[in-house]
T-cell receptor
């Protein structure tokens, strides 16, 4: 079966531009997570969606970051006015059980 | 605040060796601990998940242990192969309703033929 997919796989943008990253979770998975992996750093939690509950946004680093999940499925992470420090690999994960999370291949974002 | 540390940061071994990767966490109130494998340019693949009530899990040549009292987990890889070369990440899920995982920075393993 299909796993978690993310698009684009690579994104190069100029400082100050807005970007949108997409995540398609595994069908039927109620939970969806976004993480960020910066060079030399561990994965950093950004945001978590569970069903129709209010998302846990506690990991978003600034108000330039936002995410939405439409229809309980696809999610979009938006970064406004990108900065060079936003360069990282953005990973999406989904899960059905509270425990086992399945990760997508990530989107590598480079801000010039 | 939970912090996860992995030692060593990098490890190079000859093919066939048995090896241990270490993971330590600061808060023993951990719900579960998961080991992942990350290959260059790819996402994370879950290897083993240990619930807080368990002490170890095994899958093939992999064995992961969890000692909450000491704040440690180990991943044991038997008879290593070049295909095991990857970065291995451990992550703990905190108790308290939060679903987020706290990750270590990983151990980059190279198995030389």
């Amino acid at each position: 079966g299909a796993g978690v997919s993310q698009s684009p796989s690579n994104k190069v943008t100029e400082k100050g531009k807005d970007v949108e990253l997409r995540c398609d979770p595994i069908s039927g998975h109620t939970a969806l997570y976004w993480y960020r992996q910066s060079l030399g750093q561990g994965l950093e939690f950004l945001i978590y969606f569970q069903g129709n509950s209010a998302p846990d946004k506690s990991g978003l680093p600034s108000d330039r970051f936002s995410a939405e999940r439409t229809g309980g499925s696809v999610s979009t992470l938006t970064i406004q006015r990108t900065q060079q420090e936003d360069s990282a690999v953005y990973l999406c994960a989904s899960s059905l059980s509270p425990w086992l999370k399945y990760f997508g291949p990530g989107t590598r974002l480079t801000v010039l | 605040k939970q912090e996860v540390t992995q030692i060593p940061a990098a490890l190079s071994v000859p093919e066939g060796e048995n090896l241990v990767l270490n993971c330590s966490f600061t808060d023993s109130a951990i719900y579960n601990l998961q080991w992942f494998r990350q290959d260059p340019g790819k996402g994370l693949t879950s290897l083993l998940l240990i619930q807080s009530s368990q002490r170890e899990q095994t899958s093939g040549r992999l064995n992961a242990s969890l000692d909450k009292s000491s704040g440690r987990s180990t991943l044991y890889i038997a008879a290593s192969q070049p295909g095991d070369s990857a970065t291995y990440l451990c992550a703990g899920r905190e108790v308290g309703g939060s679903e987020k995982l706290v990750f270590g920075k990983g151990t980059k393993l190279t198995v030389n033929p």
